[in-house]
């Protein structure tokens, strides 16, 4: 009698299969899962930027900074435009055709908000204001006033 032959796949065939079969359930678990990764990155929304409108009127923010003493009080300095005792607490240049403007204490009194081309005191005219000092003006003569450094109260001032 003739023998039958064995069609059973051998055991390493068997394995080969599953480690096929596997390895595939992996690639289209790993891929599914980037699809859907792309999916939720790109169906997400983008950030929003808010673009601020600049509609605040200049001299209310000046007369508001001003108010507020944020620049600390600091100690007289002299000009040399006359007798008065002036000093430069905080300056904002202008931009955009806007004046510049400047908060300036006057002969120790409170911080006042000036723009450029009107009168300090006593004919002393601001006439232009650049990051840390103000150039003043008087009869054609023309003074620098300098930032006064921060002194916080009972300290002294930073360099």
């Not at 299969?17 to 891929?31: F, K, Y």
């Not at 120790?108 to 650049?130: D, R, T």
């Not at 054609?140 to 109260?153: A, D, Y």
Request: aromatic fraction near 6%; charge should be negative; charged fraction near 15%.
């Amino acid at each position: 009698m003739p023998s039958i032959p064995n069609r059973r796949p051998s055991a390493f065939v068997l394995h080969h299969r599953l480690v096929q079969a596997l390895a595939w359930c992996l690639a289209i678990g790993v891929g599914a899962w980037e699809i859907s990764e792309h999916a939720r990155r790109y169906s997400a929304p983008g950030i929003a930027i808010a673009r601020a409108e600049l509609t605040a009127d200049p001299n209310l923010a000046a007369t508001v900074i001003a108010s507020r003493h944020l620049m600390g009080e600091a100690a007289a300095a002299e000009v040399a435009l006359g007798i008065d005792r002036l000093v430069l607490v905080a300056a904002v240049t202008g931009t955009g055709g806007q004046a510049g403007w400047a908060l300036i204490a006057n002969d120790g009194g409170p911080q006042q908000v000036y723009f450029e081309g009107e009168q300090v005191s006593n004919g002393v005219m601001l006439e232009s204001v650049a990051i840390d000092y103000v150039m003043l003006s008087s009869g054609g003569i023309h003074s620098t006033l300098k930032l006064s450094p921060f002194v916080p109260e009972g300290g002294k001032p930073s360099l």
